[in-house]
């Protein structure tokens, strides 16, 4: 079964080159360009997994990640921080706004997709 990865990302270019890489290891992806599409995107399809820009122009990403997780029917849906924001303290931030993951940016292939492969093999371990 082919994962599908939602992209939060409201650069252009940023969001091309991740559909890149996750197209070429199989995974279906699904893009939103802000906070309350993304919201709403997670909430309607259910994706595997979300990619989540922490910076975004309406809604901050953080902000998307806490009410995700508020929800006990989503709690599953690993989410990872995907940003630019690479300061001291910036990955604890993340992952106490209920992020399960943090990669910052410039990403690599390898790192995203290695990130990819490890956060869903965990939600489906939690599932069985």
Do not use: F
């Amino acid at each position: 079964m082919v994962a599908t990865i939602l992209c939060v990302e409201d650069n252009p270019q940023n969001m091309r080159l991740v559909r890149k890489m996750l197209n070429s290891a199989g995974y279906q992806v699904i893009e939103a360009q802000d906070g309350e599409s993304g919201y709403t995107t997670i909430l309607e399809q259910r994706p595997d997994l979300v990619l989540m820009d922490v910076n975004l122009p309406d809604i901050d990403g953080l902000q998307v990640t806490s009410a995700v997780k508020a929800l006990p029917d989503y709690t599953h849906i690993p989410i990872i921080a995907l940003t630019a924001n690479a300061m001291h303290g910036d990955r604890e931030r993340c992952l106490e706004a209920g992020c399960n993951g943090y990669v910052p940016k410039p990403v690599t292939k390898n790192e995203l997709l290695s990130n990819v492969a490890y956060y869903l093999e965990q939600a489906e371990r939690r599932t069985i």
